[in-house]
C-alpha cells in the first residue's frame, strides 16, 4: 500500500508501529495484515464500524492481547508485551472505555493503585499527594487529590485515569471512546488535555464513533474495516465523507429495506418523555422525547453510547420511572404500571445486555423461554407441563433456536441463540409493540441476519417493533423509519431511503468550540 | 440451518429432563449416598441404630430443624439468607407458653384460654410477622439478608428472653376445664406409627416440594434467584417474591417451635440457638448454592437427614459431643467442595456450538466486550 510506504519516510517520529498483524479468535479473522503507526507528539484516531477490528488491534497495542502473527516494534526495536502490566512498563497505557477506578477510593489512592509509595512507616500518603498534585497542575485541572473518586463528574473521573497513566511514564496514550459519555464542556476540557499532552511529546491513540469530534482533535487518521485497513491520511487531506465512505463499505446484507405499506393505528406512543440522569441537576439522559410507532411499523433508533436509548427504552417498559411524560399503548397511558402489567398489556423489552437483563445462567433453555408468559398456562393454581412444553417447542422452531431441547443448559447455546432465546421469551407474551435494544450486540452476521428476519416478519404481522442499534448498517436493513437520537432528543428523523452518510452526520456531536 | 433447528426443536414430546451421566448422577445424588453410608457405617457399629423405633427418634429429631431448612431454603434459592430462624423458633414456643398459661384481658376482667389450634395458628401468625419484617428490610429498604436477619436474630431472641424475664414455661399440658388440653399431641401422639411431628414435616416437605416444581410461585423464585435483573423484566413480581419467602421461613420456624415445644412440653426463651445455622447446613449439604437459584427440597431433606443421622448415630456409639461438632463441620465443609465442583464444571462447559462469546466470565455476570471480529 503506497500510504504505508510513505509512513516509512518519516519513521524518526514512530514509536509504536505493528506490521502485518494478524489476529484470529477460532475460526473469525479479526485483524489481516494490519499496519499501524504511531506517532510521538501526534493524534492518530482509528475509525471503524463495531466489530471492523479497532477494540482487537487496541488490545494488541496495549498489550491485552498477543497478535496471531505480525510484529510489534517499540522505538525501531521489536517488542512484545507479555501482558498490559508489562506494556505499561514500556509506557505503553490504555484508558478504557469503562473506567477502571475504584469510585470509593479519592484520587490519590486511585492513581497509586497497586504501586503505593513506600517508606519504612507504611505508605508514604504525603509523598504521593505530592506527586498527585504536581500531576494535576501539569493538566492544568483542579482536581483534590484527596477527593473520593465516585464524587468526581465522569470528565474528571477520565482526567484521573489520564494522570494514573502518566504517573507511570506513558509516553503512548491508547483512548477507547473517551467522550463516549462526557458532555460537551467536558470534551472541550479533555480535547485541552489531549492537546497539552501532544505538546510534551506523548503520542495519543484515539477511538470515537464520535466522527466529527475525532476530526477535530486528530493529525492522523486509519480506517478498519472487517479487520483490513482501507484507508489512512493526514486530517489536511480529508473531510467526513472521507471516514464514512472507506468505513461504510459492502456490508452483509442484513435484510431488504421494507416496501412502504400502510401501517395500523398508533399503538405506542410516547410523550415528552424525560428521565432523569445520574446525576441530580445534571442533564436528563432523555430529554422530552416523543415517539409514534404504528401497528407494523419498524422503528430503529440510531443513536451514539450515551445518546439515551437505553434509558428510554428501559422507561418505556417500566424499569425506570420517568421524570415526566407519558407512555400510552393503543391508548391508553401505562406509565405508572408495573413491569408484568406492561408485558400484560403488549409492551415487552428485549434489553441490551442479555447477559445482565435477559437470561437467567440457571434455568433450562425452555425455562428461560417460558418465564415471561408463566401465568398463561397455570391451570388451577399448577403449571400445566404440557402447555408449557408446546409453549416451549413452538417459540424454538419459531424463532429458529439452534439447541437439542428445551432442557438443555442456557449456557450451551451460543451467543446469537442465547439472544433469540431472550426475543422468543418475549414474543412468546403475545405483544402488540416490541423494544429490542441492541438486539445485535455481541452476535454473528448470520444470527443479526435471522434476528432481523424474525422481526420483519412479526411486523408483518401487525407488531410494532422498535431496536436501537450503534451501527449504520442495520439501520438500512429493515427499518420503515430511523429516528438519530443525540443527548436524549431526537436529532434527525428518515425514511427508509435515507443514506449512511445522512445517519452518521446527524448523529455525531456538535464540533466543539475550535 | 433452518431445516436442523425445526427437526431439533419440535420433535415431539423431547423430554425436559437431562439425560443419563453416570458421573453426573453420583455428583448430584451424593446427599442420598451419603445418607446410604451413615446408615450402614453406625448399623455395624451398633445394633440399636438400625431399629425402627430408633429411626422415629432421629426422624423426629430430624423434623425440627429440617423445617427450618425448609424455609431457609426457599430463602437460600432466592439468593438471601435467614439467621432469625433459630430465634423465630425460640419466640413461638415461648408464646405458645404464654398462651396455654391463658391471657388475662384486664379490660374484661376474665382470662381467656385459647385451644390449641388457636394457639397454633397464633404461634404461625407470630413466625410469619417475624418473616415479614425480615422481608420488608430486605426487599424494600434493600438491607442485605444477613444483616438484616442478624438484627432480627438478636431482636426477637431478646423479646423471647422479656416474655418471662428468662423463665421457662415449664407446663404446656392446659387443664380440661379450660378446653385448652392437647398441646402434646404434636410431640408425642403418632399416626400409624410415624410421631406426628414427622408427619407434618412430611406434609410441608411435599406442598414445599409442589410450590416450587409446579407453581408459578416456584418458578417465580428460581428465576429471581438465578438473576433477579432478568426476572424483573419478564414480568416477575421480584420483590413480592423475596418478601415471600421470608415469610415462609419465619412460619416454617415457627411450626418448628411449636413442634420442640410440645416434644418437651416445655417453651425455654433460649430454644433453638444457633439452629439457623443447622438448616444452612442442611441446605447446603443438600446441593443448593448459596449464590440463588439451585437447589430443590429433595436435596435438602436429604441434607437434613445426613446432619442428623450422623449427630445421632455419634450420639448412639458414645463419641464425644465436641467430635460430633467436628464431624458435622467436617461433612458440611466436604459438601461445600462438592457445590463447588458441580457449579464450576457446569460454568466452564464448553460452547457447542461456535459463534458467540459466552464466557465464564460472561456468565459470572459481567458485562459483554464487544465482539471481536
Known amino acids: ?514 | 440451518m433452518a431445516g436442523l433447528t425445526s427437526s431439533l426443536g419440535t420433535r415431539p414430546g423431547t423430554p425436559m429432563k437431562a439425560r443419563f451421566d453416570i458421573g453426573r448422577l453420583l455428583l448430584e445424588g451424593r446427599a442420598f449416598l451419603a445418607l446410604i453410608v451413615i446408615v450402614a457405617v453406625f448399623s455395624s457399629l451398633s445394633p440399636y441404630y438400625l431399629t425402627v423405633a430408633n429411626m422415629m427418634t432421629m426422624s423426629s429429631h430430624v423434623a425440627i430443624f429440617g423445617m427450618l431448612a425448609i424455609g431457609m431454603l426457599l430463602v437460600v434459592l432466592n439468593g438471601g439468607i435467614d439467621l432469625s430462624v433459630g430465634s423465630t423458633l425460640g419466640l413461638s414456643g415461648m408464646v405458645a407458653g404464654f398462651l396455654m398459661q391463658g391471657v388475662t384481658l384486664s379490660y374484661f376482667g376474665v382470662t381467656a384460654y385459647p385451644p390449641v389450634w388457636v394457639t397454633a395458628i397464633l404461634c404461625c401468625l407470630v413466625g410469619g410477622l417475624v418473616g415479614l419484617v425480615n422481608g420488608v428490610l430486605i426487599a424494600r429498604f434493600k438491607v442485605p439478608a444477613f444483616v438484616a436477619t442478624l438484627g432480627v436474630m438478636y431482636m426477637v431472641r431478646g423479646l423471647a428472653l422479656l416474655m418471662t424475664n428468662g423463665l421457662t414455661y415449664n407446663d404446656l399440658g392446659g387443664q380440661t376445664a379450660h378446653g385448652n388440653t392437647g398441646f402434646d399431641w404434636l410431640g408425642f401422639n403418632r399416626l400409624a406409627g410415624v410421631p406426628i411431628g414427622v408427619v407434618v414435616f412430611a406434609v410441608i416437605a411435599v406442598v414445599t416440594s409442589v410450590l416450587l416444581s409446579r407453581a408459578a410461585f416456584g418458578r417465580w423464585l428460581y428465576a429471581s434467584g438465578g438473576n433477579a435483573r432478568a426476572a424483573e423484566l419478564s414480568g416477575v413480581p421480584v420483590r413480592i417474591v423475596q418478601v415471600s419467602v421470608y415469610v415462609f421461613s419465619g412460619v416454617c420456624a415457627a411450626i418448628g417451635g411449636l413442634i420442640l415445644s410440645s416434644q418437651l412440653t416445655s417453651a425455654g426463651p433460649t430454644a433453638g440457638t444457633s439452629y439457623e445455622l443447622t438448616a444452612i447446613a442442611a441446605v447446603v449439604v443438600g446441593g443448593a448454592a448459596l449464590t440463588g437459584g439451585r437447589g430443590n427440597v429433595r436435596g435438602t431433606l436429604l441434607g437434613a437427614f445426613v446432619i442428623g443421622f450422623l449427630s445421632d448415630g455419634l450420639v448412639i456409639i458414645g463419641i464425644s459431643a465436641y467430635w460430633q461438632t467436628v464431624f458435622t463441620g467436617a461433612v458440611i465443609v466436604l459438601a461445600v467442595l462438592l457445590n463447588a465442583l458441580q457449579y464450576h464444571k457446569r460454568g466452564r462447559r464448553p460452547q457447542a456450538l461456535p459463534g458467540g462469546p459466552t464466557s465464564s466470565l460472561a456468565r459470572a455476570g459481567q458485562t459483554l466486550p464487544t465482539r471481536p471480529a
Request: glycine share 8%; hydrophobic share 45%.
Open chain 1, 1 to 514: 500500500m503506497s500510504a504505508a510506504v510513505q509512513i516509512a519516510d518519516v519513521s524518526d517520529d514512530v514509536v509504536l508501529s505493528a506490521r502485518n498483524v494478524v489476529k484470529t479468535y477460532g475460526s473469525t479473522q479479526a485483524l489481516r495484515n494490519v499496519d499501524f503507526d504511531v506517532r510521538r507528539g501526534k493524534v492518530t484516531t482509528l475509525f471503524g464500524e463495531n466489530g471492523a477490528g479497532k477494540s482487537t488491534l487496541m488490545k494488541i497495542l496495549s498489550g491485552v492481547e498477543r497478535p496471531t502473527s505480525g510484529e510489534l516494534t517499540l522505538d525501531g526495536r521489536p517488542i512484545s508485551f507479555s501482558s498490559s502490566t508489562d506494556a505499561r512498563s514500556y509506557g505503553v497505557s490504555i484508558i478504557h472505555q469503562e473506567l477502571s477506578l475504584a469510585p470509593n477510593l479519592n484520587v490519590r489512592d486511585n492513581i497509586f493503585m497497586g504501586r503505593e509509595i513506600r517508606s519504612a512507616k507504611g505508605v508514604d500518603f504525603a509523598e504521593e499527594e505530592r506527586q498527585v498534585r504536581v500531576l494535576m497542575k501539569g493538566l492544568n485541572q483542579e482536581i483534590d487529590p484527596l477527593t473520593p473518586v465516585e464524587r468526581l463528574r465522569l470528565g474528571q473521573q477520565q482526567i484521573v485515569e489520564i494522570a494514573r497513566a502518566l504517573s507511570i511514564n506513558a509516553r503512548i496514550l491508547i483512548m477507547d471512546e473517551p467522550t463516549s459519555a462526557l458532555s460537551a464542556h467536558e470534551v472541550e476540557l479533555l480535547f485541552r488535555v489531549v492537546h497539552d499532552l501532544t505538546a510534551r511529546g506523548v503520542a495519543i491513540v484515539y477511538i470515537s464513533h464520535h466522527l466529527e469530534e475525532a476530526l477535530h482533535i486528530t493529525n492522523h487518521a486509519v480506517v478498519l474495516r472487517d479487520g483490513v485497513v482501507t484507508a489512512r491520511a493526514d486530517v489536511e487531506d480529508i473531510d467526513l465523507e472521507w471516514i464514512v465512505r472507506h468505513m461504510a463499505g459492502e456490508n452483509f446484507n442484513l435484510g431488504t429495506p421494507p416496501e412502504q405499506r400502510d401501517f395500523g393505528d398508533v399503538v405506542l406512543s410516547i410523550r415528552d418523555l424525560i428521565v432523569a440522569g445520574p446525576v441530580r441537576a445534571g442533564p436528563p439522559v432523555v430529554d422530552r422525547m416523543s415517539l409514534d410507532v404504528r401497528a407494523g411499523e419498524i422503528v430503529c433508533i440510531y443513536g451514539l453510547m450515551g445518546a439515551g436509548r437505553t434509558e428510554m427504552l428501559e422507561c418505556i417498559a417500566g424499569r425506570d420511572v420517568p421524570e415526566s411524560g407519558s407512555v400510552l399503548l393503543c391508548g391508553q397511558n401505562v406509565a405508572r404500571l408495573s413491569i408484568a402489567a406492561r408485558i400484560e398489556k403488549g409492551l415487552a423489552l428485549v434489553p441490551e445486555d442479555r447477559q445482565r437483563d435477559g437470561l437467567v445462567q440457571t434455568m433450562t433453555v425452555g425455562r428461560n423461554l417460558s418465564l415471561a408468559s408463566i401465568t398463561s398456562f397455570v391451570r388451577h393454581l399448577v403449571l400445566s407441563s404440557s402447555r408449557e412444553e408446546s409453549l416451549v417447542d413452538e417459540s424454538i422452531s419459531d424463532v429458529h433456536i439452534k439447541t437439542a431441547g428445551g432442557w438443555a443448559p442456557i449456557g450451551s447455546l451460543s451467543g446469537g441463540n442465547q439472544q433469540k432465546v431472550v426475543i422468543g421469551k418475549m414474543l412468546a407474551t403475545h405483544p402488540k409493540a416490541i423494544l429490542l435494544d441492541e438486539p445485535s450486540r455481541g452476535i454473528d452476521v448470520g444470527a443479526k441476519a435471522e434476528v432481523f428476519r424474525i422481526l420483519a416478519k412479526r411486523a408483518e404481522a401487525g407488531l410494532a417493533v422498535v431496536f436501537t442499534t450503534s451501527e449504520v448498517s442495520e439501520c438500512l436493513s429493515i427499518a420503515h423509519r430511523i429516528i438519530v437520537m443525540r443527548r436524549g432528543r431526537i436529532a434527525a428523523e428518515f425514511g427508509a431511503d435515507a443514506t449512511k452518510e445522512d445517519i452518521m452526520a446527524a448523529s455525531g456531536e456538535a464540533v466543539v468550540a475550535a
